[in-house]
């Protein structure tokens, strides 16, 4: 088990560009959850999985944010047309279905938007 | 909708002291968890302790303990015998509909040698 792993660690993007980022969950894990923490605050929390469906969205997540888990293992998160407010860390965590109260975090990806 | 607030921005501790960091959170649901997290410099989040509402015992991790008042919607989190370690930021958090987690806006912790 080596955790919850995420790519790239570290982001540089110009606005405007698009940006995908990977996370793979502890591998017996079936919840997979996004999180987004900017400068200064709390994570806050985007969206989440439950094997390859997608059950729920924050209003964070407007049109230009996707997120995709096709075959329930690993999950991208895609920001089209990127802008300096998408500045931030991107977390990703992942539980046992019944077990929520258990999430263990990746060390985020960190998004900077020129 | 639940929200946690924690109204120490920063605290600062001698090493070996103990300190306590505070955290009120607001809901309608009668059975929930708490949390409080750390999250050290450029580091990952990891869980330090986790209280069941229903549970009337405050947890207990180690040099970690909560003070865990139901009634107030209060969770608070002592660390005995402070060590240069624990420096980083800490998180309050609930557990929304046993799904998401709602975060506090976070402590950051120094510790002075």
């Known amino acids: 088990d080596t955790g919850v792993s995420q790519d790239p660690r570290h982001k540089i993007t110009k606005r405007g560009q698009n940006v995908t980022f990977r996370c793979d969950p502890i591998?017996?894990?079936?919840?997979l959850y996004w999180y987004r923490q900017t400068l200064g605050q709390g994570p806050e929390f985007l969206t989440y999985?439950?094997?390859?469906?997608?059950?729920?969205k924050s209003r964070l997540l407007s049109d230009r944010f996707s997120a995709e888990r096709p075959k329930g293992s690993f999950s991208t998160l895609e920001i089209q047309r990127t802008e300096q407010g998408d500045s931030a860390m991107y977390l990703c965590?992942?539980?046992?279905?019944?077990?929520?109260?258990?999430?263990?975090f990746g060390p985020g990806t960190r998004l900077t938007v020129t | 909708a639940q929200t946690v607030t924690q109204s120490q921005p920063e605290m600062s501790v001698q090493e070996a002291e103990t300190v306590t960091l505070s955290c009120t959170y607001d809901?309608?649901?009668?059975?929930?968890?708490l949390f409080w997290y750390k999250q050290p410099p450029s580091r990952q989040m990891i869980l330090v302790i986790r209280?069941?509402?229903?549970?009337?015992q405050n947890a207990t991790e180690n040099r970690f303990s909560v003070n865990f008042q139901k009634a107030a919607k209060s969770f608070s989190l002592k660390i005995s015998d402070s060590q240069l370690g624990d420096a980083a930021m800490y998180f309050c958090?609930?557990?929304?509909?046993?799904?998401?987690?709602?975060f506090g806006q976070g402590t950051r912790l120094t510790i002075n040698p």
């Open positions: 209280q069941e509402a229903y549970k009337q």
């Open positions: 958090a609930y557990l929304q509909g046993a799904q998401k987690l709602v």
């Open positions: 999985f439950q094997n390859e469906a997608q059950l729920e």
């Open positions: 809901t309608s649901e009668s059975d929930y968890y």
């Open positions: 965590a992942s539980s046992q279905r019944d077990r929520a109260y258990e999430q263990y």
């Open positions: 591998s017996e894990h079936n919840r």
